[in-house]
């Protein structure tokens, strides 16, 4: 089964950001396919997808179809996958501190 989930970014970039991750959803690991996040009124970048439940859905952010634009710890410093298991009630916020610049 799939859930709708809104995913919700605070992060400081242009006007649109991409999320890639792990299920076709999400583009399977491929930034040709990652999927757009625009801005909303509040600032936030959003996007509601349908998703599957019950499976482990991994995926990060970025500021372009591009891995070198991946996001970034605060210090520069790799950070891990987005974890994500449905079912939840919950809309699903994220930080992101920078994106690495090409």
Request: proline share 4%; net charge negative.
């Amino acid at each position: 089964m799939a859930k709708k989930v809104k995913i919700l970014v605070n992060a400081f970039a242009g006007d649109k950001i991409y999320v890639c991750g792990n299920i076709p959803q999400l583009g399977d690991w491929n930034p040709k396919y990652a999927v757009e996040l625009k801005k909303n009124e509040q600032g936030l970048y959003q996007v509601t997808k349908m998703l599957p439940e019950n499976q482990m859905i991994e995926f990060k952010f970025m500021e372009e179809k591009d891995w070198a634009t991946v996001e970034k710890g605060e210090y520069d410093e790799e950070v891990k996958n987005h974890i994500l298991v449905l079912p939840t009630d919950e809309d699903m916020i994220y930080y992101v501190a920078k994106f690495n610049k090409k």
